[in-house]
């Protein structure tokens, strides 16, 4: 089967600007979740998804952050307007069930310069 | 909230030796995991382990939820094991993580 899905790789924007990133969790997982690292950090929840619903957002650093999973598929991370101290790698994971199971993307790697 | 701790935080051996690395948590877990993060930046999910021990290969895993800490057993080790591990333990339906050990594995 397909693996989580992360894109871009990588993407470099000003200050600023406007980045989103996409996440094609593997098919038939309900649970989808994003974590980040910034640089030097550990890697911080941000949000779950039950299907297409926010299970848990408590991990949202601030209102510049939008995540969206429309239809349950796919999900989407805005970040508007992106500031330096949004650099990071930021996760997908998605699993079958609640607990464990954890299937991770290879990230995407963003710079805000 | 939960605090997790791992140790070392780096390690540096030679292929063909043998490693142990730890990972303590704060409190109980609903599930303790293991990752390697490979030099690419993938995460790679190594074992899914709330108790007990667990084997794969040259790796195996124990965590001993009592006492609230896992360890991570490298036998062998070969320069593809380099990078970073991290332990994560699952309350709440999220992942807390600890800040990894940065394994090196020289030729």
């Known amino acids: 089967e397909a693996g989580v899905t992360q894109f871009p790789s990588h993407s470099v924007i000003e200050k600023g600007q406007t980045v989103t990133l996409r996440c094609d969790p593997i098919?038939?997982?309900?649970?989808l979740y994003w974590y980040r690292r910034v640089m030097g950090k550990e890697i911080k929840f941000l949000l779950h998804?039950?299907?297409?619903?926010?299970?848990?957002e408590s991990g949202m650093p601030n209102n510049r952050f939008l995540a969206e999973r429309t239809g349950g598929t796919y999900s989407t991370l805005k970040v508007q307007p992106a500031e330096l101290e949004d650099s990071g790698v930021y996760f997908c994971a998605s699993s079958p069930g609640t607990y464990g199971g954890y299937t991770f993307g290879s990230g995407t790697r963003l710079t805000v310069v | 909230g939960i605090q997790v701790e791992q140790s070392p935080p780096d390690l540096i051996l030679q292929e063909g030796a043998n490693s142990t690395l730890r990972c303590n948590f704060s409190d109980s877990v609903n599930n303790l995991q293991w990752f390697h993060q490979n030099p690419w930046g993938q995460l790679i999910n190594l074992f899914y382990?709330?108790?007990?021990?667990k084997q794969n290969g040259r790796l195996s895993a124990t965590t001993v939820a009592t006492e609230r800490y896992s360890l991570l057993y490298i036998s062998s080790s070969q320069t593809t094991d380099s990078g970073v591990y991290f332990c994560a333990a699952d309350s709440n339906y999220q992942l807390i993580w600890g800040a990894g050990t940065k394994l090196i594995i020289k030729p």
């Open positions: 098919s038939g997982h309900d649970n």
């Open positions: 998804f039950v299907k297409e619903s926010k299970q848990d």
């Open positions: 382990i709330p108790s007990g021990t």
